[in-house]
T-cell receptor, first 111, second 114 residues
Framework: QKEVEQDPGPLSVPEGAIVSLNCTYS??????FMWYRQYSRKGPELLMY????GNKEDGRFTAQVDKSSKYISLFIRDSQPSDSATYLC???????????FGTGTQLKVEL | NAGVMQNPRHLVRRRGQEARLRCSPM?????VYWYRQLPEEGLKFMVY????????ESGMPKERFSAEFPKEGPSILRIQQVVRGDSAAYFC????????????FGSGTRLTVV
């Protein structure tokens, strides 16, 4: 079993839709949870960073963490064509700086 | 403020040659990380360095790969005697001392071994 599982997609939605992206993880030692966005041929860009269960909101993006279920989500409201990218979840354990990444979900927002 | 600078963007090497990938962290960032991204796979941790120190190299292959972050100059990831399986995108990230996980990534070096 992989430490972090993420549905690779691709996921195609119409403009304006609410997008839900998810990851599950197996190691309860993980304490830090991040979502990165990666455009084609570019480096990952940090979108959201949280270290506790619950919700964190930033503009159209909401990150949700459920440590009891080992499940994290990223919601995108009012999705735009510019949101078309690969979204990577990343998780870190306390005491170190190493991140474990999911394989990424490819999202396409269509006009 | 320039971001994390990686060069070259693209690197082609023949099997058996050496590849040198360079990374200049953001200003004020003293922590550097290298990750490798293979097609259809996520980013895989390779090594975490601070100035003149390797902190965690648990993701580095035991042979042919080495990394350094000297007191002056960029961090270098070196791959000796490259093989076709080394073809991948190599990303460098940096963070300030106070921020463990909030990395900033560079645009990557795409290594192709022919």
């Amino acid at each position: 079993q992989k430490e972090v599982e993420q549905d690779p997609g691709p996921l195609s939605v119409p403009e304006g839709a609410i997008v839900s992206l998810n990851c599950t993880y197996s190691n309860s030692a993980f304490q830090y949870f991040m979502w990165y966005r990666q455009y084609s041929r570019k480096g990952p860009e940090l979108l959201m960073y949280t270290y506790s269960s619950g919700n964190k909101e930033d503009g159209r993006f909401t990150a949700q963490v459920d440590k009891s279920s080992k499940y994290i989500s990223l919601f995108i409201r009012d999705s735009q064509p510019s949101d078309s990218a690969t979204y990577l979840c990343a998780i870190g354990a306390g005491g170190g700086n190493k991140l474990t990444f999911g394989t990424g979900t490819q999202l396409k927002v269509e006009l | 403020n320039a971001g994390v600078m990686q060069n070259p963007r693209h690197l082609v090497r023949r099997r058996g040659q050496e590849a040198r990938l360079r990374c200049s962290p953001m200003k004020g960032h003293s922590h550097v990380y290298w990750y490798r991204q293979l097609p259809e796979e996520g980013l895989k941790f390779m090594v975490y360095l601070q100035k003149e120190n390797i902190i965690d190299e648990s993701g580095m292959p035991k042979e042919r790969f080495s990394a350094e972050f000297p007191k002056e100059g960029p961090s270098i990831l070196r791959i000796q005697q490259v093989v076709r399986g080394d073809s991948a995108a190599y990303f460098c990230a940096s963070s300030p001392p106070s921020e463990n996980y909030g990395y900033t990534f560079g645009s990557g070096t795409r290594l192709t071994v022919v």
